[in-house]
């Protein structure tokens, strides 16, 4: 069984940082792209950040420029550094990713983790 697991979110002022972090663990073949997504109260799922196996990033206008999407292809590790976090930063962020596993490499699992909580202090 493939799963992605999360750590790293709390409390923090505004402006200062959080860095999240998402471990795939299983019998693993491959994992091709990987993002973070959050949600607010309220609020529909969005994406947040994306990165390709290759390491190819995209960024949503609201974090260009203060969030950072980084992976270990090794660790199956990816990772979200989070700077400069405004009031309407706090959500729950998720980190989703298309893994193969080894039973059925050719046939990729979309996983979500089970989100870790982002809270900013004013």
């Known amino acids: 069984q493939v799963q992605l697991v999360e750590s790293g979110g709390g409390l923090v002022q505004a402006g200062g940082s959080l860095r999240l972090s998402c471990a795939a663990s299983g019998n693993i073949f491959s994992i091709d792209a990987m993002a973070w997504y959050r949600q607010a109260p309220g609020n529909q799922r969005e994406l947040v950040a994306s990165?390709?196996?290759?390491?190819?990033?995209n960024y949503r206008d609201f974090v260009k420029g203060r969030f950072t999407i980084s992976r270990d292809n090794a660790q199956n590790t990816v990772y979200l550094q989070m700077n400069s976090l405004k009031p309407e930063d706090p959500a729950v962020y998720y980190c989703n990713a298309w893994v193969a596993p080894i039973s059925t490499p050719h046939r990729p699992l979309e996983l979500w983790g089970q989100g870790t909580l982002v809270t900013v202090s004013s």
């Open positions: 990165i390709t196996r290759g390491g190819t990033s």
